[in-house]
């Protein structure tokens, strides 16, 4: 497995696992299953796992410290904070609002802490900017956790670049994660030359468009009753429809290069630049080991240029979220 740095604190593997899925969002899984999920992801070399607190909410952090506890030596996790949680409800419906407070900073690193079952989190991430509290209060106390050896390196999450700039001022930050894609391009410009600058990693989430890039899913009936994309604009019926195109197009190109259109999408995203690690969800086994394999995809600058054009973002239809978590992005 290739690795990356992120900033100056992390090395990790090249792609990293995003454990959401697994209990949340998606329709969940099997514990056992997830954790088998999880151990041949370590044997394929990933050692970088993302969670949060809010999935579930809380059950993911569980499972993950469970299911990586053989290994704890050799993998970085990484959880978020940032939500009010509803802990009567479940998935998304339990983000009831923001809270980015210092003493709640404490709070919920102290819970996580238990629930991951470690002694330290390498990556703690402000799930979302809360507009209610100074960045430089949240990361000041993120900071804190630092000194006493409870956190190892600190990240943002879908935030601006002046609010990237104020929180590194306070203490460096190691990544900024948020959503990027072949059709989620919103970091490009100030936000990623922002984390060069910096030296700042970039984590992206959802690289393969919640897995509407993969083209294994075409219509909302595709997804279970309570999976979360049935309530975003661009899983809609009509855009689905009207997205279907173009990813049709990304298969082609994928069949030409004998690599599946999940692979050559990830692979773009891979080529962006060497600050940048993936966190592709993978709830099979066969899906992990496909994602994996796109390390080793090689791209030219022209295929890079051609794949760039043709699933350029204006070419979608379709917001990527609802008003309410709209406002919850890139602040």
Excluded at 114 to 128: A, F, S, T
Excluded at 141 to 167: N, T
Excluded at 204 to 220: A, E, Y
Excluded at 291 to 313: F, H, Q
Aim: with cysteine.
């Amino acid at each position: 497995m290739k690795m990356r740095k992120l900033g100056r604190e992390l090395t990790v593997s090249a792609i990293g696992l995003g454990c959401m899925g697994m209990s949340h969002a998606y329709g969940g899984q099997d514990e056992q299953e997830a954790i088998r999920t999880l151990h041949r992801a370590v044997e394929l070399g990933v050692n970088f796992f993302d969670t949060a607190e809010v999935y579930g909410p809380f059950r993911n952090e569980e499972l993950v410290g469970k299911g990586l506890k053989p290994f704890r030596d050799k993998v970085v996790i990484a959880t978020k904070f940032g939500f009010k949680i509803d802990a009567n409800a479940s998935d998304s419906r339990a983000m009831s609002g923001l809270d980015s407070r210092p003493e709640h900073v404490r709070e919920v690193a102290e819970a996580s802490l238990k629930r991951l079952g470690i002694d330290v989190i390498d990556l703690l991430y402000q799930h979302r900017v809360d507009p209610d509290v100074p960045i430089e209060d949240t990361v000041g106390a993120m900071a804190e956790l630092v000194k006493e050896g409870k956190v190892r390196a600190l990240g943002l999450s879908e935030a601006g670049a002046e609010v990237i700039r104020r929180a590194y001022a306070v203490h460096p930050i190691t990544a900024l994660q948020s959503e990027y894609s072949l059709w989620t391009r919103d970091p490009e410009g100030e936000i990623l030359d922002t984390c060069r600058e910096l030296d700042i990693g970039f984590v992206p989430f959802s690289p393969l468009g919640r897995g509407f890039l993969t083209g294994k899913v075409q219509k909302p009936e595709d997804f279970g009753a309570d999976d979360f994309r049935r309530t975003l604009p661009r899983f809609s019926a009509e855009n689905m429809a009207a997205n279907a195109s173009l990813v049709k197009l990304l298969e082609d190109m994928a069949a030409e290069k004998g690599v599946t259109a999940a692979q050559l999408a990830l692979a773009w995203v891979l080529h962006q630049g060497d600050f940048i690690v993936p966190i592709p969800g993978a709830r099979k086994i066969p899906h992990l080991e496909q994602n994996v394999a796109a390390t080793e995809i090689t791209l030219s600058t022209d295929e890079l240029k051609t794949l760039g054009d043709m699933l350029a973002p204006e070419k979608f239809s379709g917001a990527r979220y609802g008003q309410r978590a709209a406002a919850w992005t890139n602040r």
